[in-house]
């Protein structure tokens, strides 16, 4: 593999997951090359990359899973078995399967003696019970640290079976940021599923990567506008199948519907195969469907068919949003979602005439500073928390702004009795010109009409002390080092 | 001793430890783990049971040392009192209590050592040192329990009144807040005071309490044992055990009585309850006779559950038992048998197969091999069913795409809903 790539997010220069401030000093720090490495000395929960790599890879219905780890390490299976067998249930399929996922459930004997054994085990269950395609093996902090060798063994089973054995390496306290899972999924398909050499291209093809949290309506509607490119859409990896996955190397073009997802195998599918791709920004909200859309038409050279649609659907949708714009115009708005997400809502409130005044998002790159410059543009100064979640910054950050809408997780800031809405709706349709208008509509709801949060603000509670609120939010954050 | 298991019905320790600890009132877990675990153990745990979590801390609001490789190789001690002493600055918790990872746990970090240096400064820092990989959630449960008599439960004049009711695991349990609320009215109605420990707003106050009880209820068949010992040699609290949640008016009879005599409760008072309670459920049943078809059912269930629900539908409603799968690890031997004895003794009907299995493979082949209309299960049950076309009933952990707040299918109220919901209009 030329490209040398760890699949660990934080080892890409400049990305930051520990910093809060001011947008404006933010940018011009960043820009000055003067933000520094930071940590949180006290913190909340993570997302750790195995959640992620194990959504990236549970709907390939026609493979199994093997979980190298303690029985906890597959609760996330409670999320991503729901949104798989959902997905199913929406694509009209009536014998509803829930994912094959074995668990190696590693103790405290397998913790001194080794859990390789259990590992050839556990494949040859999946093997015997679901003759898979492919057998993925998703390995653990336990297995890691305990030094279990999956690729040696995964070496020495696979001349034993028909399906192809998988490893992906996602052990949890390998990085912060939980999109390295997605680059661990990658990666396993890049090196275990590929064909080595570059293939035909087939005129027209173009992979489109799409995490989980994208509905089925919103897969078909962005494939009914690539349709009008002219393309043939190679959806990967959701219900998607190994012959799926090595038409991969087949395509003209390659494009992503998330920021932080398949952007760094796009960049190796690029350097190692010649596909080139557009990489821009999630399509939700006018400006960024039409950026996301005219990337990939015009890395196609079909850019004036693009502009040609845009401009009509600008001509249907945006008529419609004026009257959405009329009630929600100057509120002031506080999003926190992940990488995409964030972006995403940011650029969806400007439709809107809305006011930023925090963002939260999960990490701070390059990328993000192109976004966060655009939006100082726009908003002028707010607040930027960067981090996955951290809840007691964010409710902080959130009694103190005292915003008239929050967008993300609602479960802290409804407590303050603020109108609260989401742009993430993995069960319904949120993308293109279509989707804006159903979020217009959902925000536009939910912020005229507040009663259950602002009923349940006289009696909900949050878990911190009354000091906290008078505290700086962002006074855990030190530099490494200090 | 853990075996490999295809979907696993149950997290690690760290997820029955958090299952507890967050149905507490104002009590913190401090993970002191990799960067995963809170939320793995969330959406694993209440995430699978019927969906509703704690309101004080869950999932990625649990404080986290969050250990990344450079604790992995040079320990993580030092990260873990950061941590403390943020919660301690801005959680407005009553305790705290640290848990550990797998990561911790296989370095070997000295988690007690480091919460000794806080309770010596008089700060309520405990640590749980069972680690994440050494069993389930039904272990991190008996974990959490053996923990507060070691830490928290007081030695205090017995109080007469006072029974501790044990056995029902929170968010593991999908309908364990319903449940614990009408044993509670029931007991209450004996004139008994209950530490539920986890309605009613009950915290630290209640484990503290629960050492000046007169007698554990559990309504478990395996469940506590070391707990039930360790309050019984600490504090001379006796325990009186059933074989599960008592489900309609045969078991919660059995249920009353039970107390009843362990306590030298008034005869007569007991009798009333029963009585008054009986007239209620059963004039409720004679308005819906005849609604449900006759059934042929199967159980795939945790033991308590199992053994409710069996005997419910066969001896008070007359439904014909076919087999039952026990599908939580059932380690002892007499455990098994106490269980086998529990199934088999109905009072009319013919003994169910029983089967004990783990894994979700064998449970399904299990369920294939048998002849019958209703199935008892969990959400991993709907596949089969399907493809069965029989009716599924989700009873059991997980239950993974219904919403539960306090319903319950225990006690008298508890069967009404049962029977509501085992209407089937197809």
């Known amino acids: ?246 038409r991969i190397t087949s395509a003209e073009a390659s494009t992503s519907i998330c920021k932080v997802f398949a952007d760094e195998f796009m960049k190796t599918l690029d350097e190692d195969y010649g596909i080139p791709f557009a990489h821009t920004v999630m399509p939700i909200g006018v400006r960024n469907t039409d950026k996301w859309f005219l990337g990939i038409a015009e890395l196609l050279g079909k850019g004036d068919l693009a502009r040609e649609y845009i401009e009509k659907e600008r001509a249907r949708v945006l008529p419609q949003l004026a009257s959405i714009r009329e009630r929600l115009q100057g509120k002031r708005v506080f999003i926190c979602g992940g990488t995409g997400r964030s972006f995403a809502a940011a650029a969806l409130i400007d439709d809107f005439g809305m006011e930023l005044v925090g963002l939260e998002t999960p990490t701070y790159d390059l990328d993000a500073q192109i976004d966060v410059e655009y939006l100082n543009g726009i908003h002028g100064d707010y607040v930027i928390d960067v981090a996955n979640m951290q809840p007691f910054e964010q409710v902080n950050l959130v009694n103190r702004l005292k915003p008239d809408v929050f967008i993300g997780v609602p479960s802290w800031s409804a407590r303050f009795g603020i109108p609260t809405t989401h742009v993430l709706d993995p069960k319904r349709a949120t993308m293109g010109y279509d989707g804006i208008l159903f979020l217009g509509n959902k925000i536009a709801e939910q912020v005229s009409n507040p009663g259950f949060n602002k009923k349940l603000s006289q009696y909900a509670r949050l878990p911190y002390k009354k000091s906290w609120y008078e505290q700086d939010a962002f006074q855990f954050i030190k530099g490494v080092g200090e | 001793m853990s075996k490999i298991v295809e979907m696993p019905r149950a997290s690690c320790v760290l997820g029955g430890l958090n299952a507890v600890l967050t149905s507490l009132q104002n009590v913190s877990p401090i993970y002191h783990s990799g960067p995963g675990c809170c939320m793995q153990t969330t959406a694993g745990v209440s995430g699978q049971a019927g969906l509703r979590g704690s309101s004080f801390l869950a999932s990625v609001s649990l404080p986290c040392s969050n250990m990344l490789e450079r604790e992995v190789v040079f320990g993580g001690e030092q990260k873990l009192r950061d941590e403390i002493d943020g919660s301690l600055e801005i959680i407005d918790a009553d305790a705290y209590f640290v848990l550990t990872g797998c990561t911790a746990g296989i370095i070997g970090d000295d988690v007690a050592a480091v919460t000794a240096e806080y309770r010596n400064k008089g700060l309520p820092v405990y640590p749980i040192e069972t680690p994440g990989f050494a069993g389930d959630t039904l272990l991190g449960y008996e974990t959490a329990f053996d923990s507060f008599i070691e830490y928290i439960a007081e030695s205090q004049p017995r109080q007469a009144n006072l029974v501790n009711l044990l056995g029902v695991v929170p968010q593991h349990d999908p309908y364990w807040f319903g449940t614990l609320e009408e044993l509670t009215r029931i007991l209450n109605k004996l004139g008994l005071e209950v530490n539920s420990f986890f309605t009613q707003r009950q915290g630290i106050e209640t484990v503290k309490r629960s050492g000046s009880a007169a007698l554990n209820i559990i309504v478990s068949p395996w469940l506590l044992k070391g707990a039930a010992s360790k309050y019984e040699e600490k504090f001379g609290i006796p325990s009186i055990r059933f074989n599960g949640v008592p489900y309609g008016a045969t078991q919660t009879a059995e249920f009353i009585r039970g107390v009843g005599e362990a306590l030298d409760l008034d005869k007569t008072l007991v009798e009333s309850v029963i009585e008054e309670e009986n007239i209620y459920v059963y004039g409720l049943f004679e308005t819906i006779i005849g609604a449900l078809s006759w059934k042929k059912f199967v159980v795939a269930a945790d033991a308590a559950t199992a053994i409710s629900i069996t005997r419910f539908l066969a001896d008070d409603f007359s439904f014909t038992p076919v087999a039952v799968i026990i599908t939580e690890p059932i380690w002892s031997s007499s455990d098994k048998d106490r269980i086998t004895k529990a199934l088999s003794s109905l009072e009319y ?49 997980p239950i993974s795409d219904q919403l539960i707040i306090n319903r319950t299918y225990a006690g008298y109220r508890g069967c009404l809903t049962l029977v509501e919901d085992l209407y089937n209009n197809l």
Not at chain 1, 28 to 34: A, I, L, P
Not at chain 1, 127 to 156: K, M, Q, W
Not at chain 2, 387 to 392: D, I, K, M, S
Request: aromatic share 8%; charged share 20%; net charge negative.
């Open chain 2, 349 to 397: 009907a013919k003994p169910p197969i029983i089967s004990f299995l783990v894994d979700h493979y064998d449970i399904r082949q299990e369920i294939k091999k048998h002849d019958f209309t209703l199935l008892i299960g969990s959400s991993l049950e709907d596949e089969v069913a399907r493809e069965l076309g029989v009716q599924l009933n989700r009873l059991a952990f």
């Open chain 1, 1 to 246: 593999m030329p490209r040398d790539y760890s699949g660990i997010r934080e080892s890409r220069p400049n990305t930051f997951t520990d910093l809060g401030g001011q947008s404006e000093e933010i940018t011009e720090g960043f820009n000055k090359v003067c933000l520094k490495a930071a940590d949180r000395t006290f913190s909340q929960g993570l997302q750790c990359q195995q959640i992620n790599s194990i959504s990236a890879l549970l709907s390939l219905g026609s493979s199994a899973f093997v979980v190298h780890s303690p029985q906890g390490c597959a609760g996330c299976l409670s999320m991503f078995s729901d949104m798989y067998r959902v997905g199913q249930a929406h694509r009209g399929v009536s014998l509803i399967k829930s994912p094959r996922v074995i668990v190696t459930n590693l103790d405290t004997n397998d913790v001194i003696h080794g859990g390789e054994g259990k590992l050839v085990e556990a494949i040859k269950l999946a093997s015997d019970r679901y003759n898979p395609e492919i057998i993925f093996v998703f390995t653990s902090c336990a297995s890691g640290i305990i030094g279990d060798d999956v690729d040696a063994i995964v070496l020495e089973q696979q001349a034993k079976y028909d399906s192809i054995l998988v490893p992906v390496h996602c052990d949890g306290f390998k990085s912060k940021i939980c999109a390295s899972g997605f680059d661990a999924a990658f990666i396993a398909i890049q090196n275990y599923l590929l064909p080595k050499e570059p293939q035909v291209k087939q005129k027209g093809l173009v992979n489109l990567f799409a995490p989980v949290s994208i509905s089925y309506k919103d897969q078909l509607e962005i494939e009914r506008m690539l349709g009008l490119l002219g393309v043939e859409v190679n959806y990967i990896p959701f219900y998607s199948s190994l012959s799926k996955i090595r």
